[in-house]
């Protein structure tokens, strides 16, 4: 009797552990992984569409008008690429519909919900320009500009170094976001524990000394709608990656 109980009690603690991971599934194909070696020979690369996958938001999180992807912004939590990438270079192009909205990507994630709901990983953040207005501190003063427009931080325990520092976050030289309902582009070069971002066509951040350097790409919806379109995503040689430095790897549904 004894042993049918232990068996049954980890049965049931192993179910809730791996609950949120079996409730992933397949959503819709959104953006395309382009061929590295083709691009710089000049071929023809139609690419292969990328396959997204369900963390913890929903369906109705989730609606596509035209080619616009477009996040409602709740429940808070992240849909996660099909396959793991080490090095790449992702370009998007994003807007936010609200005063002060937030969002973001990350990249090198293990795609697996925290007590925030979010996962771990390398945060390429997304926020509305008015989102500092709204933040104001206990003294009245306003969070650096910077702070709102491709800030980089590591989440979950990845830890970085950062390019120029607040805190253990870095933080943009330079404001080029453009504000509610304007397209914005985002180029991220990650490569072997370092990741550079561009903004609207200039780098103006980075970070380096990921300590997780390969897992998945996740957009986030975090409270505000938020739209998304011309994803793509350029897969670059691999490097010298230990197993450590790698996010568990998930199974697809």
Known sequence: ????????????????????????????????????????????????????????????????EGDELICEGLPIGVIRSENQYENFIMYVEWKHMSDGGNSGTFV?????????DLPNGLEVQMLELDWVNQHKNDKGELPPIAYVHG???????????PDTP??????????RCLGKGLWNTYVVVAVDGVVKLSVNGKFVNGISKASQKKGYICLESEGAPIHFRNLTVTELPPGVTSAEQIAPLLTNP
């Not at 090198?108 to 925030?116: H, R, V």
């Not at 800030?151 to 170094?161: D, Q, W």
């Not at 607040?166 to 404001?175: F, L, M, P, Q, V």
């Open 1 to 64: 009797m004894k042993t049918i109980y232990k068996i049954f009690s980890i049965l049931f603690f192993m179910f809730f552990l791996l609950e949120p991971l079996m409730a992933q599934e397949k959503l819709f194909k959104f953006g395309v992984q382009q061929d590295l070696s083709a691009l710089i020979q000049g071929k023809k690369d139609k690419g292969q569409a990328i396959n997204w996958i369900d963390v913890n938001t929903g369906k109705d999180t989730w609606r596509f």
């Open 108 to 116: 090198w994630s293990d795609a697996t919900p925290g007590p925030n």
């Open 151 to 161: 800030e980089l931080f590591g989440v979950g325990g990845v830890e970085t170094v």
């Open 166 to 175: 607040r805190g253990t976050r870095s933080k943009s030289i330079e404001n």
